[in-house]
């Protein structure tokens, strides 16, 4: 688990600075405290902060060359069956003088080129060089665990970890992308390919991409299908699941550094600290909790420590918003409005005092259909399915032909509402109810300046999810929706960002592709039966677990917003959002935002999450848009540094 940065000026073919790779990957220090390295040779420049993980000797160093010489790796992330692959590879004849992955994955491209990424199972994001050919190769894994973005200029193309290393170079500009803007007002994150950056882009998970002089090219090498079917009963499908799930935690146990697991109570990180605990070995185990009650998952949680006897540390967070606002704009980047951040960012900050790599249980709902808004909703809903396609297109001119209010609680409103909701089809109400900011809310709050220079309606990113699956029950489009959008852009890179930004490395067995494709062919109604969401994980897992974590309603890992923008945050939040600087960007109408504060503070309608949204978006404009960002000094210093080491 590194940062990774590099620069090919595959137009001009001028020397790569090193002092421009330092910088960026000086930038990128958080990543990898345990050192850097840079390659520079000609138009290419790579660059690499280490957060050592396998082989902690010198041997491990990166950027890394093979023994032949005409390549060179930045690479980011865990080959989890590397010692497979290395078998193979010496029967072949490769040889190897080290024991990290990394020359592993180098010697697998030499192999198999391009089809080396589809024996690969793990987390990665690399750049290799090939001299040879005068190539970039740069490739992302297939969920998007780890990130990559890249920047194209008039000279050639940089990529990094994340978009504040672009800031290293002089010619690097930042302005605001303002149909990505668009996009996060919508959804709290901005999709992928977008950027919140004018002109810098994210390679998209399961994607490579290949930089040759003149030629940008990008491919997709891998697609989650959900047929054909399994025909499968239950008993052989809670065998093999488990037995699976077993083995993609074995895989991941792998270190030769002190490790653990994220425990916040709920069936998905119990069940990997379970089959942890099983492996041998006392488990270390790191769990946050709030003073609000509601909101307090603590006790839980201490129902598996007991059960497995873990090694456990807890925190309750009590956020000192001055002390963490900077710290989450500048490590996210971009704005990035989901709540459980600032959870996620306290419980790494914890979980790095004790070890470096930490298990967690992300991807449960997203494979096995955890999440409420998966069931079919009431009447509404059933009478939408049946109506006939004219009946929608009246409710539409109905929806359209009803003023606007200024009220959320008056009976226009609500008409508009629900006439609007009538007029969609299934795929368009999942798309609005996935919104923080839906069409109607934010066409009253962005001003028509705004709204016309932005482009796409950001419905259609999550329609073309749809458009695009192979699925075809209505349980298995909804969830590959969410694992190409919701699962990378969202809940992913919260936690990479969280735990990069304190040199923590987080290991996901429910985000292993082997076992993803088993649960996607799994039957819909293995997945949510009746009003039972997740129904076969939680019998699955059963035998392992509480039956009090088993049966309970599932409870998010949230945060109470609701209050403190009632408390610590109101004066903070008003300030801010109407100050003359933010009124005159011109994103939005200053009475929708005296609207949206006002109500949620008597009590009239909670606007929390749309509330954090535009807090995280005025604080990332004035981090890295109102003037060229300040670089904190406060990185961890590496331990040593190697320079312009060449590949020959």
Same mark, same amino acid.
């Not at 069931?375 to 059933?382: C, I, S, V």
């Not at 482009?455 to 458009?467: M, P, Q, T, V």
């Not at 503070?601 to 890295?624: G, I, K």
């Given at each position: ?11 001009? #073919? ?11 990957? *000086? ?22 902060? #280490?957060?050592?993980? +396998? ?111 672009? +800031? ?17 007002? @919508? ?26 002089? /003149? ?15 399994? =025909? ?26 002190? +490790?653990?697991?994220?425990?916040? /109570?709920?069936?998905?990180? @119990? &069940? ?11 488990? $270390? ?68 005092? !004790? ?40 409710? !539409?001119?109905? &929806? ?7 009220? @959320? ?17 299934? =795929? *368009? ?64 890179? $919260? ?33 949510? #039966? ?74 009239? !309608? ?23 960002? !300040? ?18």
């Amino acid at each position: 688990m590194c940062g990774i940065a590099g620069r090919f000026n595959f137009h001009s #073919r001028a020397p790569v600075a090193e002092p421009l790779i330092a910088g960026m990957c *000086e930038l990128l220090a958080h990543r990898g405290p345990d050192g850097q390295g840079i390659f520079v040779e000609g138009p290419i420049g790579l660059g690499h902060r #280490r957060l050592a993980i +396998l082989d902690l000797s010198d041997a491990g160093r990166q950027p890394m060359s093979n023994a032949e010489g005409d390549l060179c790796i930045t690479f980011n992330g865990e080959i989890y069956n590397f010692l497979e692959l290395r078998a193979d590879l010496e029967r072949r004849g490769h040889r190897f003088r080290s024991g990290t992955d990394t020359e592993v994955l180098l010697a697998s491209y030499r192999q198999w080129g391009i089809g080396s990424l589809e024996r690969l199972r793990g987390m990665f994001a690399f750049a290799i060089w090939d001299r040879t050919a005068q190539t970039l190769f740069i490739a992302r894994d297939r969920l998007g665990k780890k990130p990559l973005c890249y920047w194209l200029d008039d000279d050639g193309l940089a990529f990094a970890s994340e978009p504040k290393a672009f +800031l290293a170079d002089p010619g690097f500009e930042p302005q605001p992308d303002l149909d990505a803007v668009s996009h996060y007002l @919508s959804y709290q994150y901005v999709p992928n390919p977008s950027s919140a950056f004018k002109d810098v882009r994210k390679l998209p998970p399961a994607c490579y991409m290949i930089v040759s002089p /003149g030629r940008v090219r990008t491919e997709r090498y891998w697609e989650l299908r959900y047929n054909p079917k399994r =025909q499968m009963k239950e008993d052989a499908a809670c065998e093999e699941l488990l037995a699976r799930l077993t083995d993609a935690v074995r895989l991941r146990l792998i270190s030769d550094v002190p +490790l653990g697991a994220f425990l916040s /109570g709920g069936i998905d990180s @119990s &069940a990997i600290v379970a089959l942890m605990a099983a492996q041998g070995g006392r488990v $270390k185990t790191f769990s946050i909790g709030f003073d609000e009650e509601e909101y307090n998952e603590l006790p839980y949680a201490r129902a598996i420590v007991e059960r497995y006897s873990t090694d456990h540390h807890e925190f309750v967070v009590r956020p000192d918003a001055r002390d963490i606002f900077p710290k989450l704009v500048w490590h996210y980047n971009e704005p990035f409005a989901a709540p459980s951040a600032i959870a996620t960012y306290y419980l790494s900050e914890l979980t790095r005092r !004790h070890v470096t790599v930490a298990l967690n249980g992300d991807a449960g709902d997203e494979n096995f259909a955890g999440y409420t808004r998966y069931m079919p909703a009431g009447g509404l809903t059933r009478v939408c399915e049946g109506l006939p396609a004219k009946a929608r297109q009246m409710a !539409h001119v109905l &929806a359209s032909a009803l003023p606007s209010s200024n009220r @959320s609680d008056g009976w226009v409103s609500r008409g508009r509402n629900w006439t609007g909701r009538l007029a969609m089809s299934v =795929q *368009e109400r999942y798309a609005c109810g996935m919104m923080q900011f839906p069409p109607s809310l934010k066409s009253n709050l962005c001003t028509p300046d705004f709204t016309m220079a932005t482009g796409r309606d950001s419905r259609d990113i999550l329609l073309d999810e749809f458009r695009r699956t192979d699925a075809s029950h209505r349980v298995d489009m909804l969830l590959h929706a969410d694992v190409n959008r919701y699962l990378p852009d969202a809940l992913l890179v $919260k936690v990479d960002i969280a735990s990069m930004a304190h040199g923590l490395e987080a290991r996901s067995p429910l985000l292993d592709h082997e076992f993803m494709e088993f649960a996607a062919t799994l039957p819909a109604d293995f997945k949510l #039966r009746g009003s039972t969401t997740k129904y076969i994980f939680k019998r699955a897992v059963r035998p392992l677990l509480p039956p009090q974590l088993i049966d309970r309603p599932k409870k998010g890992f949230s945060v109470p917003l609701d209050r403190w923008f009632r408390g610590e945050l109101k004066e903070m939040a008003y300030g801010l959002l109407l100050d003359r600087r933010s009124i005159e960007r011109g994103y939005f109408h200053a009475h929708m935002i005296t609207r949206l504060l006002d109500e949620h503070v008597r009590y009239v !309608h909670d606007w929390a999450d749309q509330l954090w949204n535009l807090l995280m978006l005025e604080l990332w404009h004035r981090t890295f848009i109102d003037a060229r960002p !300040h670089i904190p000094s406060h990185q961890p210093a590496a331990r040593a540094t190697e320079v312009a080491r060449p590949c020959a």
